[in-house]
C-alpha cells in the first residue's frame, strides 16, 4: 500500500480538498516503488515543496511490462468487443467530468496554468479527446480485397499489444488523454510515464481507470526520471510500441534505444520553431490576438508557439504597436486569480534556461522591444518578452525556447517570407495571416510543417491529425489517423478450392 498526500485549495477561483496517492499505479492498485526512490514536486510559483512522489526505476518498469502482457493476452485487446471498450472510454470521460474543477485545480497547483484555461481548455479538452475514441473503439475495421474467385483475402486490424507513453509536463492530462485514447479504443494495454516535474493529475485519475471498468493491468502509470524510468520503458523487449511527446533530443535516444532492441513501433511528437506569416492585408485586431494566443499561450510552453512572426513591411509599425499593447495587457500572477493569463514557467531549469536565451538574443544584436526580465520575485514568472532587429542565425529565431519570448521579423515579398519560413530545422506548425485566400492557401502549402493554420494559431482540432514534418517528429496524433500507430494490418488470404 502506497502513500498519499492531500492538498486543501481555498483560492478566488476553486476551494476544495484534492486526495492523490503517491505510489506508482500497476496491475490495477498503488504500490511502493522496488528501490524506494521518491521525486520532489515543487510548486512554481513559489519553488517549494507541494509533495513528492515515487521513483520508479527499470524493475518497476520490468513489473508494469509484465502485467500488461498478461492482462493484454488473457482479458483485454480483441477479447474484449470495441463497443466495450468503447464503453469504458465513455465511462473515464464521466468520470473525469465529474471531477473536473479537482484536476483542474490540481493542473494549476502542478504545472502554473491558470485555473480557467486548464478547465476551458486542457479538462475539458481531454474528455472530449477520450470520448471522441470512445466512439472509434468499435468502428476500426479491415478490408475485404478483391483477388480471384478462388480465394478470399482481407485485412484485420489488430492492436499492437503493449504501448509505453511518455509525457510531456507542459499538458499533463491532455497529454495523457492523446496517448491512452486510441490506444485503449484499439485494445492496447498502456504504461504511461508522466514527467517527473508534473506527475499529479495521471496520479489522480488512475482510481478512475478502475472505477470505469479497466481490467487490472490494461493502464499502468509509473512515475520516474527520463534518465531511468523512461529509458527502462523504452529498451524494454515485452513493450511493443513508443508513443512520446517532448524534445528531439529525447526523440533521438528512444528511437536509438527501439532499434537497439526489439525494434519497437516509434510515434514520436517534438519540438517545434513555428512561424506565424503576417501579410498587410490583415484585419490587424484578429491577427494581433491570434499572434499572441500563438505565442503565449501556457506561458509559451507549446511545441507549436508562433516563436517566429513575421511580418510584411507595409504593417509592420502599426502590427508591432498593436501587438505590444496587446503583450502588455496580458495579466502574469497567480494561476487560481480569475484574470491571470500567464503563470510561472514549470521549473528553475526551464527559467534559467528562457533567461538564457533572452541574454542571448541582446549579445547576438536583436533588441528588446519590452520584457526581457523576471517578474516579481519568487516563483519561475517571466515577462512577456519581444524582441525586433532580428536575423535569422541568431539562436532565438533558429532554436526552440519553450517560454514567452517572440522574435518578430520584417520582409517585403511572399517568396521572402516562404523562404524564411522554412530556414528551421523543425516542422510541426505555422500560420498564414491575409485576406486573400488564394494567397493563404499558396503560402500555407509552401511552409514545410505537418498543421498549418490560416488566420489562427493554436487552434487543433480533436478529429484532424496533429503531427510534424523534418525534426518535429514521426507519426500522427488526434484523428483517425492516430489510430493506425495503435494498430499492426494483418493480410489474411483464404484459399477457396485451389488445388496444386
Not at 508562433?306 to 498593436?322: E, N
Request: glycine share 10%; aromatic share 8%; hydrophobic share 40%.
Amino acid at each position: 500500500m502506497s502513500s498519499s498526500f492531500t492538498y486543501q485549495f481555498d483560492t478566488p477561483t476553486y476551494k476544495g480538498t484534492s486526495t492523490v496517492s503517491t505510489g506508482l499505479f500497476i496491475n490495477g492498485k498503488f504500490v511502493e516503488p522496488i528501490e524506494k526512490g521518491t521525486i520532489e514536486v515543487l510548486n512554481p510559483v513559489n519553488g517549494k515543496v507541494i509533495t513528492s512522489v515515487a521513483a520508479g526505476t527499470a524493475a518497476d518498469i520490468d513489473i508494469a511490462a509484465q502485467a500488461a502482457k498478461k492482462a493484454y493476452k488473457e482479458r483485454w485487446g480483441l477479447k474484449v468487443p470495441g463497443a466495450q471498450r468503447g464503453r469504458m472510454l465513455n465511462k473515464l470521460a464521466d468520470l473525469l467530468q465529474a471531477n473536473a474543477d479537482e484536476f483542474s485545480a490540481l493542473e494549476a497547483l502542478d504545472v502554473g496554468k491558470s485555473f480557467n484555461i486548464a478547465r476551458n481548455a486542457d479538462i475539458t479538452g481531454s474528455i472530449a479527446v477520450l470520448r471522441y475514441y470512445a466512439g472509434w473503439a468499435d468502428k476500426i475495421q479491415g478490408k475485404t480485397i478483391e483477388t480471384n474467385e478462388k480465394k478470399l483475402a482481407y485485412t484485420r486490424h489488430e492492436p499492437i499489444g503493449v504501448v509505453g507513453a511518455i509525457i510531456p509536463w507542459n499538458f499533463p492530462l491532455t497529454m495523457l488523454s492523446w496517448k491512452i485514447g486510441p490506444a485503449l479504443a484499439a485494445g492496447n494495454a498502456v504504461i504511461l510515464k508522466p514527467s517527473e516535474l508534473t506527475p499529479l493529475t495521471a496520479l489522480r485519475i488512475c482510481p478512475l481507470f478502475v472505477e470505469a471498468g479497466f481490467p487490472d493491468g490494461v493502464i499502468s502509470v509509473v512515475n520516474g526520471y527520463g534518465s531511468t524510468a523512461g529509458q527502462a520503458l523504452s529498451e524494454h523487449m515485452t513493450v511493443d510500441k513508443i508513443a512520446f511527446t517532448g524534445s528531439t533530443l529525447t526523440g533521438r535516444k528512444i528511437m536509438e534505444a527501439a532499434s537497439k532492441t526489439n525494434l519497437k513501433k516509434v510515434t514520436l511528437e517534438l519540438g517545434g520553431k513555428s512561424p506565424s506569416v503576417i501579410f498587410d492585408d490583415v484585419d490587424l485586431e484578429q491577427t494581433v490576438k491570434w499572434v499572441s494566443h500563438g505565442i503565449f499561450m501556457n506561458h509559451g510552453q507549446a511545441c507549436t508557439a508562433g516563436s517566429r512572426i513575421f511580418v510584411q513591411a507595409g504593417i509592420y509599425d502599426k502590427f508591432l504597436k498593436a501587438f505590444t499593447e496587446h503583450a502588455l495587457s496580458l495579466k502574469v500572477g497567480d494561476p487560481f486569480a480569475r484574470d491571470t493569463y500567464q503563470g510561472p514557467q514549470v521549473s528553475q531549469t526551464q527559467f534559467e534556461r528562457i533567461m538564457g536565451y533572452i541574454k542571448s538574443g541582446k549579445e547576438e544584436g536583436a533588441t528588446i522591444h519590452i520584457g526581457g526580465e523576471r517578474h516579481g520575485n519568487q516563483g519561475y514568472f517571466i515577462q512577456p518578452t519581444i524582441f525586433t532587429e532580428c536575423k535569422p542565425n541568431m539562436k532565438i529565431v533558429q532554436e526552440e525556447i519553450f517560454g514567452p519570448v517572440a522574435a518578430i521579423i520584417k520582409f517585403t515579398t511572399e517568396e521572402e517570407a516562404i523562404e524564411q519560413a522554412n530556414d528551421t530545422l523543425y516542422g510541426l506548425a505555422c500560420s498564414v495571416f491575409t485576406r486573400d485566400i488564394d494567397r493563404a492557401i499558396r503560402v500555407a502549402h509552401s511552409i514545410e510543417a505537418g498543421t498549418a493554420w490560416i488566420n489562427c494559431h493554436n487552434s487543433t482540432e480533436l478529429s484532424v491529425p496533429f503531427g510534424g514534418f523534418k525534426q518535429s517528429g514521426i507519426g500522427r496524433e488526434l484523428g483517425e489517423y492516430a489510430l493506425e500507430h495503435y494498430t499492426n494490418v494483418k493480410a489474411v488470404h483464404v484459399n477457396i478450392g485451389h488445388r496444386l
